[in-house]
């Protein structure tokens, strides 16, 4: 079955613009979680949300929101982006069932703030 | 603050030889982890996982070893592949199924063939 899908893979936004990025979990994954990739930094949890809900919240400012559909694909948004901003933006699904635990990740979307 | 750490940044290893990957972390609460690999330009990819209930669990060429007193956990891959070349997480949750995963910094193995 189809991966996670993210959307856009790349873009380069300006200082102050706002962006919307897309996640299309894998079907009948309920979960969705976003992760930020900075070098040295790892990976950092943004969020995540499970029937429409946000269920877990990590340590990033209010201009770092998102939300859930009813079809359990999810967007987030950046408002106000700042430079440090610039990261690879990854979202990951899980089923809630599964025997190991994993989440299944996106290959990500790369922005760019200018 | 780093909850979990990958202190060695890069590892060589020649194909053929056991690659060690360490981590530790430092949140007592943790109690299930995993690691993924990841290679350029994909997103990261499950590669095993243990519970703290357990001291090692074994997939194939992967063993995953931890070591709870010492807050420490090791990944050994045996015989190490080419294909192994790429950046290794490790992750921590408080509890299995948690999607919340504080990962490490990773660490870039490279195998020498």
């Known amino acids: 079955k189809a991966g996670v899908t993210q959307t856009p893979r790349y873009l380069i936004k300006t200082r102050g613009q706002q962006v919307t990025l897309s996640c299309s979990p894998i079907?009948?994954?309920?979960?969705v979680s976003w992760y930020q990739q900075t070098p040295g930094q790892g990976l950092q949890f943004l969020f995540e949300?499970?029937?429409?809900?946000?269920?877990n919240k990590g340590n990033f400012p209010g201009r770092f929101s998102g939300r859930q559909f009813s079809n359990s694909r999810s967007e987030m948004n950046v408002s106000t982006l700042e430079l440090g901003d610039s990261a690879l933006y990854l979202c990951?699904?899980?089923?809630?069932?599964?025997?190991?635990?994993?989440?299944?990740f996106g290959e990500g979307s790369r922005l760019t703030v200018l | 603050d780093q909850q979990v750490k990958q202190n060695s940044p890069s590892l060589s290893v020649q194909e053929g030889r056991i690659s060690i990957l360490n981590c530790d972390y430092t949140?007592?609460?943790?109690?299930?982890f995993l690691w993924y690999k990841k290679y350029p330009a994909e997103g990261p990819t499950f590669l095993i996982s243990?519970?703290?209930?357990?001291d090692k669990n074994e997939d194939g060429r992967f063993t995953v070893f931890l070591n709870k007193s010492a807050k420490h956990l090791s990944l050994h891959i045996v015989p190490s592949q080419p294909g192994d070349s790429a950046v290794y997480f490790c992750?921590?949750?408080?509890?299995?199924?948690?999607?919340?995963?504080?990962f490490g910094t990773g660490t870039r193995l490279t195998i020498i063939p």
């Open positions: 949140n007592s609460m943790f109690d299930y």
């Open positions: 992750a921590a949750s408080d509890n299995f199924g948690n999607e919340k995963l504080t």
């Open positions: 243990i519970s703290s209930i357990k």
């Open positions: 079907s009948g994954h309920r979960s």
């Open positions: 990951a699904s899980s089923s809630q069932g599964g025997d190991t635990g994993e989440l299944f």
């Open positions: 949300y499970f029937s429409e809900t946000q269920r």
